[in-house]
Structure formats: C-alpha cells, structure tokens
C-alpha cells in the first residue's frame, strides 16, 4: 500500500501476556518512529530507527519494551509481560529521512488493552 | 472506535466560523513547530509547520502563528467546516534534534 501498515488493528490481551505489533514503512523511507497514545494523551515518544539502527531508546517506558526493524523496512515492537498501564494506541511513522523537518506519516495505530 | 481525546480541552465551533487553537511551548532551543490533526480511529495528518525565524505561515484556509517571546503557537482555521472536527496538536522539535515532541492536543467540534 501507500501509506504506514500497521498490525494487528487491536488487540486485547491477558496481563503478563507478550506481545507484538508491526509497522511496515513507506516504502523507501529510511527513518520510523514509534509512539504510544494513552487515551485523553498526546504521543509519547518511545524510539526511532534510521534504517535498522536505533540511535535513540530512551522512550521506551522499561525493559520489557523492546524493538527491532530488519532490512531497512518493517519494524516490529515487543511487550513482554503486558501490563495492564500498557493499554494504548501505538503508532508507527515513517520519514524518507531523519531530518529535521516533522512532516512524519502516521499509521493509523494498534490498540492494545490489556485485562 | 472510541475516540482518541476524550478528556481533552475542546473548542466548539459554528459551522462557517474561524477558529482558533493554542498552544504553549516549552523548549526554548525548539526551532521547528508543526500542526497535526487526528481524526478518530486514524494517526495523526501533517497540516502546516513553521520555522523560528518566521512569525506567521499561511496553507490553505489554515494559518500558523508563532510568538517565541512567550513561547506560543496558534492555528488558525478560516471558515471552519464539519469537516475539521478532530484532535489537533502541535509538536516540535530542535535543530540537532530529530525528535518531534507533541503537545496535549485540543478537540475541535464544530456545530453545523
């Protein structure tokens, strides 16, 4: 497709449960993003890849969050031992390049509730 | 699905009028300002930015205005349409920076 795919569109989860969330890029662009989006939030933050390198994780909340992108395009995010403050939407965002400028393409998120 | 927003600050809007959205800023060293808009269900959409070293920014039907005095940031909406009803929210980032930092957000209704 032409914009940012995300997987799955919701997903509800038992707490202590893993689980991961995908994010396929535009293609060909080299920078993606996630953040996370409580409800009544804006978007935090969690961690930026520019192609399959992660220069920045310090959003990521704790060590149970962790995330990998492979071969420059998909990108996947892993909870371990969901919690149930982990309930949000996750969005994904792709850039043609890590710049400075903010025009990112959002994908339309996977919402996670944790029960 | 339910809406992102809920317990936002909202402004409510006649169908035809202009409206005005806010926004205080609190990065100093920020030097880049960008207007999202985020329809329920969806991610948020790119509308118009603005850079340090400019006062105001005009798009189609939108304006930008940025008051770095008081670290301010306002969108203006011309002939607001039913269209228009969503979350907006500002965001910036920092020249060495390539990390968009996003506000609250507001709601935006508008009546027909």
């Known amino acids: 497709g032409a914009g940012v795919s995300q997987s799955p569109s919701n997903k509800v989860t038992e707490k202590g449960k893993d689980v991961e969330l995908r994010c396929d890029p535009i293609?060909?662009?080299?920078?993606l993003y996630w953040y996370r989006q409580s409800l009544g939030q804006g978007l935090e933050f969690l961690i930026y890849f520019q192609g399959n390198s992660a220069p920045d994780k310090s959003g990521l909340p704790s060590d149970r969050f962790s995330a990998e992108r492979t071969g420059g395009s998909v990108s996947t995010l892993t909870i371990q031992r969901t919690q149930q403050e982990d309930s949000a939407v996750y969005l994904c965002a792709s850039s043609l390049f890590a710049t400075d400028t903010g025009e990112l393409f959002f994908g339309e998120g996977s919402r996670l509730t944790v029960l | 699905g339910e809406s992102v927003g809920l317990h936002l600050p909202t402004l409510s809007v006649q169908e035809g009028d202009n409206s005005i959205i806010n926004c205080a800023y609190s990065n100093s060293a920020s030097d880049y300002f960008i207007w999202y808009k985020q329809e329920s269900g969806k991610g948020p959409q790119f509308i118009i930015d603005i850079r340090s070293n400019m006062d105001k920014r005009q798009g189609q039907r939108v304006t930008v205005l940025l008051n770095k005095t008081v670290k301010h940031l306002s969108l203006q909406i011309a002939a607001t349409q039913p269209g228009d009803s969503a979350v907006y929210f500002c965001a910036e980032i920092s020249d060495s920076s390539y990390k968009l930092i996003f506000g609250s957000g507001t709601r935006l209704l508008v009546r027909p």
């Open positions: 293609s060909g662009h080299t920078a």
